[in-house]
């Protein structure tokens, strides 16, 4: 079970886990129709497509409102549990870019820099009732089906952190991916080729607003449960890798990265990730923001040696594309991109 989190390199993750899966004809839970399990509702076994009571999976990975009791329907009771965290000033300044034209409560935020304006007075941009306002707001406790409203001295908000220890077997974190993927390939005793990356659902470097120490600390409190949660786990991960081997750690790390750069080399037209308009292949195309293009994507080497082409194809299609192939009915991703592409970009 992989709880794909918002804004946190989980696209990144899903990519390695669908090209996993499919080498090793795996079963797959997807969602019906749409690429996520109807989020923001919280995630039921029903949604899963062609569900049947007794069903069993062997990989559970989109998009969901987590409820541990509903997944559990799913799997084996061995069946492993990971996710990925993020500093959450980083993810909020992500999810805020991202989704901000999604939630009508940020539309009468005047000026160049509604991040600024937004934090100097979130109290007044924000009602938990409002449409798309868990957004705005401890947007981690949010996907883990929790109260996104609590405040962080709120006692609940350790137990709830608690409780989801008991159920996660492995917390990667964006900050330390490398890290994170060997503790992954440790943990499912997985090969070094099962891990290798291209960062996939990146923005462009404009479009990313650099925060003020004085902003930096109001968003920390603003998502000051989100906050919590990712010290917990951070402890717990460095406690791990003490576990692991400091030196073996940055041993793995370093081949890793090298193993990267190889298949960037390998695969990558211009060596990295670039605008959507210069894409060629529209299979590349990465899923937009409402109302701009600010994802990046890759063109993949037209004179790929032939017996690599089937590799970067794959671990250069973005998580829509993959969908796709892997037989997934997206008619309603598609609706809606259609519409938000035709209707609302400028
Ligand atoms: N390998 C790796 N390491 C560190 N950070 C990475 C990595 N891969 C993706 N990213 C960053 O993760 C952000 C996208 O997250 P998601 O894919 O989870 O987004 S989504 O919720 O599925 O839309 C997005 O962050 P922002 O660019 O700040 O928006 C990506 O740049």
Redesign the pocket.
């Known amino acids: 079970m992989f709880m794909?989190?918002?804004?946190?390199?989980?696209?990144?993750i899903?990519n390695i886990l669908f090209r996993f899966g499919e080498k090793h004809h795996l079963k797959f839970a997807f969602p019906n129709g749409r690429n996520d399990f109807f989020y923001p509702s919280p995630f039921l076994c029903s949604q899963v497509k062609d569900y049947r009571p007794g069903d069993c999976f062997n990989i559970v990975c989109n998009?969901m409102r987590f409820d541990h009791h509903e997944v559990a329907k799913l799997l084996p009771p061995d069946a492993v549990y990971i996710t990925?965290l993020?500093d959450p000033v980083?993810l909020f300044?992500?999810a805020f870019?991202?989704y901000h034209r999604l939630v009508p409560l940020t539309w009468r935020i005047d000026g160049e820099n509604k991040l600024a304006e937004f934090l100097n007075n979130p109290q007044s941009f924000y009602r938990s009732a409002a449409f798309n306002s868990f957004y705005l707001k401890n947007l981690l406790f949010f996907d883990f089906g929790l109260d996104n409203d609590l405040e962080a001295d709120d006692p609940r908000v350790m137990s709830d952190i608690q409780n989801l220890s008991k159920h996660f077997h492995l917390v990667l974190f964006?900050?330390y991916?490398d890290e994170s993927l060997v503790l992954l390939k440790d943990t499912l005793c997985w090969t070094t080729e099962d891990i290798l990356?291209f960062?996939?659902?990146?923005?462009r470097s404009s479009?990313?607003s650099h925060l003020t120490p004085e902003l930096r600390a109001k968003a920390l409190q603003w998502n000051g449960a989100d906050w919590r949660l990712y010290q917990h786990f951070n402890a717990s991960f460095w406690a791990r890798v003490e576990a692991y081997g400091r030196d073996r750690m940055k041993q793995e790390v370093k081949e890793l990265r090298r193993r990267n750069s190889e298949m960037q080399d390998i695969c990558i037209e211009d060596g990295g990730a670039v605008e959507a308009r210069k894409i060629q292949d529209r299979h590349f195309q990465p899923?937009q923001p409402l109302g701009e293009s600010s994802i990046l994507g890759y063109n993949m080497k037209k004179n790929v040696d032939p017996k690599f082409r089937t590799i970067c194809e794959k671990m250069l299609t973005p998580?829509i594309q993959y969908l796709s192939d892997l037989g997934v009915s997206l008619w309603l991703t598609r609706l809606w991109g259609w519409l938000k592409d035709a209707v609302f970009t400028v």
């Open positions: 794909k989190t918002h804004k946190t390199a989980s696209s990144t899903l998009h990925i993020r980083a300044e992500s870019d991202y964006a900050e991916f990356y960062k996939i659902n990146a923005r479009s990313v899923w998580e």
